[in-house]
């Protein structure tokens, strides 16, 4: 139901989900190296609803930040509505209306003896150079580009039907980045090279593979299991080019190839891994496994061949899956929407015509020989 209303929102261009705090606190423990002197930005991000927003204004000293900028789009439908921050006269936040704030300093302003949200907002309340409005907010806007030159890193979780447009601007002005993405991102020809070529992985991820949201859109995006402001999206990840152990981390392998265990493609000279932890440690050929894959790649153990695309398939020498491979498995009992001139990845498994989930390529750089 969640991946069905996720789409959904996708397709109405209602995809404005609210990160979590713990979900924020548990992927950015991993980074704090990173951001001393610093300025962040986090242009989706309403300072009166993103935990975005508390979570660096909150840790602005401990994390020795230069300067913070958060920024809205005038269009959001949550402003006023779900993580509402009590800043006195701006307590009735108009709709509609796209903000800025810059921070360059939190002090203990109202002299209670600590450093906490309070100051934030007695800051935001009579600090007239902190608070402002933008035109649109958009982060397309020249007004907002402009802010996003500014900036060293970025943190957001941007929309998610405008993110390869989204880290394509990352990518054009250079930045640094730490955002969130839905895995199927992974498969678009803007963003699979990059990941290919080493410029952009995946973070640590999300607790079970799957992120909550906060959500205003009680139409198309509700879970069942949980309370009605929030939707469970699986296969959710962070997206990142920041430097972090977890990118040093071999894979332990323990299983061996044999041609029973690993059957080659039929279209393709590559064997079929059905699950990341089944890779055969002694397999110097090159292998498709899943997309999951890529949250344990390290790229020092393995080299990225392509993915199984058709922006990609025919350049890597996918074969048409063919005639006579479909004939066999229409008559075995298979469906979906496959044609023989189709460039995706099939199989013969068991004496089984099948077609395999969608697969990343790749290379075991130093298999075992004994």
Request: net charge negative; aromatic share 12%.
């Amino acid at each position: 139901m969640a991946n069905k209303n996720l789409n959904a929102a996708k397709t109405a261009k209602k995809d404005e989900f609210y990160t979590q705090m713990t979900d924020i606190e548990r992927e950015l423990q991993h980074y704090w190296q990173h951001f001393d002197g610093k300025t962040v930005l986090c242009n989706c991000d309403d300072p009166y609803e993103s935990n975005f927003f508390k979570y660096f204004a909150l840790r602005f000293n401990q994390l020795k930040l230069k300067k913070l900028i958060c920024t809205c789009y005038n269009g959001s439908p949550v402003q006023g509505n779900e993580l509402m921050i009590d800043f006195g006269d701006f307590e009735d936040e108009p709709k509609k209306v796209a903000y800025k704030v810059e921070i360059t300093e939190v002090k203990d302003l109202n002299g209670d003896g600590a450093v906490d949200l309070s100051d934030v907002q007695y800051l935001m309340k009579n600090d007239k150079n902190v608070l402002s409005t933008l035109k649109t907010g958009d982060f397309r806007d020249p007004e907002c580009i402009g802010l996003l030159k500014q900036a060293d890193i970025v943190v957001t979780n941007p929309p998610f039907s405008l993110f390869r447009e989204y880290i394509g601007q990352l990518m054009e002005y250079d930045k640094k980045f730490l955002i969130i993405g839905h895995q199927n991102a992974i498969t678009y020809k803007e963003v699979f090279p990059l990941i290919k070529d080493n410029k952009v992985w995946l973070g640590y991820g999300f607790k079970g593979g799957a992120a909550h949201f906060f959500s205003p859109y009680e139409d198309i995006a509700t879970a069942g299991d949980h309370k009605k402001d929030m939707i469970r999206v699986s296969g959710v990840n962070w997206f990142t080019n920041l430097e972090i152990p977890k990118r040093n981390e071999e894979l332990d392998l323990v299983c061996r190839y044999s041609p029973e265990e690993y059957p080659k493609y039929d279209n393709y000279d590559a064997i079929d891994v059905s699950s990341t932890m089944d890779i055969p440690c002694d397999y110097p050929g090159i292998m498709g496994v899943p997309i999951t894959f890529l949250d344990k790649h390290n790229p020092e153990q393995f080299e990225l061949i392509g993915a199984e695309t058709n922006d990609f398939a025919e350049s890597l020498g996918i074969q048409p899956i063919g005639k006579e491979w479909m004939e066999r498995y229409r008559k075995a009992g298979g469906t979906g929407h496959y044609t023989a001139n189709m460039r995706t990845l099939v199989l013969t498994y068991k004496g089984k015509p099948k077609k395999a989930y969608f697969r990343i390529l790749i290379r075991n750089r130093h298999p075992k020989t004994i």
